[in-house]
């Protein structure tokens, strides 16, 4: 077993071989990646300053807790996003190609969690929109060892997918449903109860076959309630058959594919250096994107 000391001077030698090594990279592999020690801490740290960052907002606008601890919270959020503004430099210099990450989703909700509160010496109130930063917690939701279900969540993307055609109908039927029923409850009740036009008819009943149910607008009239009883039973059979269309098609996926198929492949978190691209394969050593080298296992 090391020592103490043996262990600090083991990582006083990595610290050195790391910033005489090529440190981009090293640190790309620190916060692009979460398959190396330091990779994972880092992720933990952001996920705690995210979490931190979200809970800091919401109290500040609790008025009695605010009063008190305001200038705490106003510290914190600034420390939490000086952390984030570097790291956002960071993300960009350490890429071959900083459009590619810059221009991409996570370099925009990067981009979005960073400048609020630097907004707020403009805008008044536009501090608040740092919760966009909950956003970030996709990012590092894989340090919870999600990356070797990436496979599954594929099954369940190419469901959505493959489901488009059947829900854009659905949605069709159900908006011509719609356009019906609220042009006979127009006809029906009329402006006295409150159904001044069909597009408000149509409103109210999407409102009531959704199961919402606002009661902004409500029928007065025998048949008027009775059409909406029937909206209503119906709006309890709709909400089910979106579910119904992806789930079968992700049964169909799960048995066309499953992880004791040999045509499985499991990916990783190595990210590409030089385009920004994710879900390599573990036998992988070139982007399946733009064929830049990836970068070997290492400790760092």
Request: hydrophobic fraction near 45%; charged fraction near 20%.
């Amino acid at each position: 077993m090391e020592t103490n000391d043996q262990q600090q001077e083991s990582f006083k030698e990595k610290v050195k071989h790391f910033f005489q090594g090529d440190w981009k990279r090293k640190l790309h592999r620190i916060i692009y990646e979460a398959d190396t020690p330091l990779g994972k801490l880092f992720d933990v740290i952001l996920l705690i300053l995210i979490l931190l960052s979200v809970l800091f907002v919401m109290l500040e606008s609790v008025r009695t807790i605010d009063e008190r601890f305001h200038q705490v919270l106003y510290i914190g959020e600034w420390v939490i996003t000086i952390f984030f503004t570097f790291e956002y430099i960071a993300r960009i210099i350490t890429i071959k190609k900083p459009s590619k990450y810059i221009f991409s989703f996570y370099g925009i909700i990067d981009f979005l969690s960073t400048i609020p509160l630097y907004l707020s010496f403009i805008l008044v109130g536009s501090n608040y929109l740092l919760t966009v930063r909950a956003l970030r917690l996709l990012r590092v939701f894989r340090i919870l060892k999600v990356t070797r279900y990436v496979g599954e969540s594929n099954k369940l993307v190419k469901a959505l997918r493959d489901s488009r055609p059947k829900i854009f109908i659905f949605l069709f039927a159900v908006l011509i449903i719609s356009i019906i029923a609220g042009t006979l409850m127009y006809l029906i009740e009329g402006e006295a109860s409150g159904f001044k036009s069909i597009p408000a008819s149509v409103y109210w009943c999407i409102v009531t076959l959704t199961t919402v149910g606002f009661g902004d607008i409500a029928p007065v009239t025998p048949m008027g309630q009775f059409i909406a009883a029937i909206i209503m039973i119906m709006g309890y059979g709709i909400i089910a058959v979106p579910t119904g269309i992806v789930s079968a098609e992700y049964a169909k996926s799960m048995e066309k594919k499953n992880q004791d198929d040999p045509s499985y492949v499991h990916v990783n978190t190595h990210a590409c250096w030089s385009c920004g691209a994710l879900k390599h394969r573990d036998d992988a050593d070139y982007c399946h994107r733009c064929g830049e080298m990836l970068d070997p296992e290492d400790e760092f």
